[in-house]
């Protein structure tokens, strides 16, 4: 059942990401949209399934965004071991830590893919203005709006959870 809740929302996310943000003015600079769920099942998820899930939706990134294959992957992996890192110094039902996490998580993935693009044989090597106001608008999108899609998350799967908890009883396991 988890796999299914996964599968749904991740899907989701990546629809609404690549589908209809990209049409709307205001979200220009919107955030990837998987890192709140990187940070949720880091904090909140088994480390297996948190990790499975993780690297699922890196491979999933990787081949749907047409950049060096591994960069999401990588990304998703250190975003979720830094979650899983961060509560053994703090709770992780605290949801003040939640703005300030996603935000450092949204500078990381931007942070490797500078790098990449700065190593890259095409690169000038040097950034721009505009470069560095897209990764701060990315960092503010993520902390005003990151905490509502991981308590999002977390309602759907307690709901999806007690929802197959009840199909369970039905089937008389």
Excluded at 23 to 28: D, P
Excluded at 113 to 130: D, Q, R, Y
Excluded at 135 to 151: E, L, R
Aim: glycine content about 10%; some cysteine; overall charge positive.
């Amino acid at each position: 059942m988890t796999t299914i809740f996964y599968t749904i929302f991740g899907l989701t996310l990546i629809v609404i990401q690549t589908a209809f943000l990209p049409y709307l003015h205001s979200t220009r600079y919107y955030f990837d949209l998987l890192i709140p769920m990187v940070v949720f099942s880091g904090l909140f998820r088994p480390f297996r399934e948190g990790l499975l899930s993780s690297l699922t939706f890196g491979i999933v990134m990787d081949g749907l965004s047409g950049g060096p294959f591994g960069l999401f992957t990588t990304v998703f992996f250190w975003v979720f071991a830094g979650a899983k890192w961060i509560i053994n110094f703090l709770h992780a039902g605290n949801w003040f830590i939640l703005p300030f996490l996603l935000s450092g998580a949204v500078l990381f993935e931007n942070l490797i893919c500078i790098v990449g693009w700065m190593f890259s044989v095409s690169s000038t090597g040097h950034l721009t203005e505009a470069d560095i106001q897209r990764v701060i608008h990315q960092m503010i999108w993520a902390a005003f709006t990151g905490p509502f899609i991981v308590w999002g998350i977390d309602l759907g799967y307690r709901k999806w959870h007690r929802l197959g908890n009840q199909v369970k009883g039905w089937n008389g396991h």
